[in-house]
C-alpha cells in the first residue's frame, strides 16, 4: 500500500504535453539565437572570402596583363568565379584614370585609361585593376585606398633612365559578369617613346586625375607608390609627381583588348 501510494506521488505533476512543449521552446530559441547571432556571421566571413578571392584574381589577371605587354603574348584566357558582386570592363578612351607625363612639353596627354573593376554588391568595396596596378578602396570609408600589387615602371640609377609603362584597356563593347566567368585578353596596338636628354638631365611630371563617377579616387594609393618605390616627389590637388635628373625617359603604351567575359 505504501509503495503504491510512493509511485502516485512520484509520478504527480508529470505531463507528456509540458515536456513536449518546453523541448519545442528549447529548439526554437536555438533557432532564434542561431539565425539572430549565427548567421550574418556566416554571412560576413562569407563575403569577407568572397573578397579575398577576388583580390587574388584580379591580381592572376594583373599577371596575364604583364604577358600580354611586356612578353607580347597575343592571347591570354583565365576562368574565374566572380562572387559577391560584379567585374565590369570600362573602355579607354572615355573612363579610367588619366596619367599626363611632361617634361618641357607634353609627352603623353590626359588620355583616359580605362580599368578592369569589381564592385562588391554587400561592402561598397571595389578593386580596380588600372594602369598595370591593382588598387583597392571602400567607397564608405572615404578617400583612403591601397596599391594591392604595383605596376612595372623603374627608374636605372646607374644610367638615370626612368621606364614608364601605360597600359590601356579596351573591349569590343560594355562588359559586365557575375558567377562564373572566362576572361579573354589579347594584344592591341602598342606604341614607344624614347627621349634622350643627356648630356644634361631633365624633370619629369607625372600628373594623376581620377576616372569619372563617384568612388573612383585611387589618389592615396597612386601618392604613395609615386612616392615610396619611384621617390619622386608629390603635391596634391590633382596628384602631381616629379622625378628630376632624368636623363633617358621610355614610355610604352600597350592596349589589351578584353574580347569576353
Do not use: H
Amino acid at each position: 500500500m505504501k509503495n503504491r501510494i510512493r509511485r502516485q506521488m512520484g509520478d504527480a505533476g508529470v505531463s507528456e504535453s509540458i515536456g513536449f512543449l518546453l523541448i519545442f521552446a528549447m529548439v526554437i530559441t536555438g533557432i532564434g539565437l542561431v539565425t539572430l547571432y549565427g548567421y550574418p556571421m556566416l554571412l560576413q566571413q562569407q563575403t569577407g572570402a568572397d573578397e579575398q578571392i577576388m583580390e587574388k584574381n584580379i591580381i592572376v589577371l594583373q599577371n596575364d596583363f604583364k604577358s600580354i605587354v611586356y612578353k607580347t603574348v597575343p592571347y591570354k584566357e583565365t576562368s574565374l568565379k566572380i562572387g559577391g558582386g560584379t567585374l565590369f570592363v570600362n573602355n579607354y578612351p572615355t573612363s579610367g584614370p588619366t596619367f599626363q607625363i611632361l617634361d618641357t612639353g607634353i609627352v603623353m596627354a590626359d588620355n583616359p585609361t580605362g580599368d578592369l573593376r569589381y564592385d562588391s554588391t554587400s561592402t561598397e568595396d571595389e578593386i580596380s585593376l588600372q594602369n598595370g596596378a591593382v588598387v583597392k578602396r571602400n567607397l564608405a570609408a572615404g578617400s583612403g585606398s591601397s596599391m594591392l600589387a604595383e605596376p612595372r615602371w623603374f627608374f636605372d640609377e646607374t644610367t638615370r633612365t626612368l621606364v614608364i609603362n601605360v597600359v590601356n584597356i579596351g573591349s569590343t563593347g560594355p562588359m559586365s559578369r557575375e558567377g562564373i566567368g572566362r576572361v579573354q585578353m589579347k594584344l592591341g596596338q602598342t606604341d614607344y617613346l624614347r627621349k634622350d636628354y643627356s648630356p644634361s638631365t631633365e624633370t619629369i611630371t607625372i600628373i594623376y586625375t581620377p576616372g569619372p563617377g563617384a568612388g573612383r579616387d585611387y589618389t592615396k594609393a597612386w601618392q604613395n607608390y609615386f612616392e615610396n618605390t619611384m621617390k619622386m616627389t608629390c603635391a596634391t590637388g590633382p596628384l602631381t609627381c616629379t622625378k628630376s635628373g632624368v636623363q633617358v625617359l621610355v614610355v610604352k603604351k600597350t592596349e589589351v583588348i578584353i574580347a569576353s567575359l
